[in-house]
């Protein structure tokens, strides 16, 4: 299922990586079933294994703010460090972790699902909801930058330093109407922000299969998709079923 689908989103990319992607919902007929899917991009969403690197723990915690704004500083900054904790060889948080109970170990290197965020210390403090945050976050392979074309404004204003909500507004509104590149030249005139490019190769799937006196089937996966001369064009990252 992966492959077909990511094999119609590579029809698009026959010589370059996508830059703007128009997201896909629709119904798509495959092996004779009707499933309804959508596709996004994945590097649109904040990836928090940046955060592999300290000098994204500004960024990150401006993030937090942006999604709760009366969420003090401070407490958003010290999540973040505790977050680059989590992620990072070195964690001198471990011992608080092990007397936990259930007691349980950070993971120590890249995560592959954002979920984790939930586990770090201080996260309770924060007082977001999981639904709330979980919009903006993604977990994608260690330092993928985040696609700035396909960025929300919240992304954009957190990773562009002395942006706020309405600057990015303009900037996404750019985006969608203009071409990108003289976009890039009016609004970011001065340097291109830390972590980000201008074109993308990782996507979300999300597929839902209605079935005749059965429980649904959701099925959903991370691709990554080269343009279609590569060898591999086409590279499954993770995909995941339940049933409902």
């Known amino acids: 299922l992966s492959y077909t689908i990511s094999e119609k989103i590579s029809q698009q990319m026959v010589i370059a990586p996508i830059s703007y992607f128009k997201n896909i919902h629709k119904d798509m007929s495959i092996n004779g079933q009707t499933f309804n899917v959508d596709v996004t991009d994945a590097q649109g969403r904040y990836n928090v294994n940046l955060l592999l690197d300290p000098t994204f723990i500004p960024s990150f915690s401006k993030l937090l ?21 989590w992620l990072s060889p070195a964690n001198p948080s471990d011992s608080f972790y092990l007397h936990l109970k259930p007691p349980y170990y950070p993971t120590h290197h890249a995560i592959s699902n954002s979920s984790e965020v939930t586990l770090v210390i201080g996260y309770s ?3 977001i909801p999981w639904p709330r945050l979980n ?16 960025a929300s404004p919240i992304i954009l204003a957190a ?8 600057e990015a507004t303009q900037y996404r509104d750019c985006i969608k109407s203009s071409d990108p590149n003289s976009c890039d030249t009016e609004y970011l005139s001065s340097s291109v922000p830390n972590g980000t490019v201008n074109q993308t190769h990782y996507f979300l799937i999300k597929a839902t299969l209605e079935r005749y006196n059965q429980p649904s089937l959701y099925f959903s996966s991370l691709v990554h998709i080269e343009p ?10 993770w995909q995941r079923f339940s049933e409902n």
């Open 135 to 150: 919009p903006s976050l993604i977990a994608l392979p260690a330092l993928t930058d985040i696609n700035r074309y396909d």
């Open 228 to 237: 279609a001369h590569s060898q591999l064009p086409i590279q499954i990252v």
């Open 65 to 85: 703010t942006l999604v709760k704004s009366s969420l003090n500083t401070d407490l958003a900054h010290q999540f973040s460090q505790q977050l680059f904790y």
């Open 125 to 127: 403090k924060l007082k």
């Open 159 to 166: 990773l562009v330093p002395g942006w706020n909500l309405d």
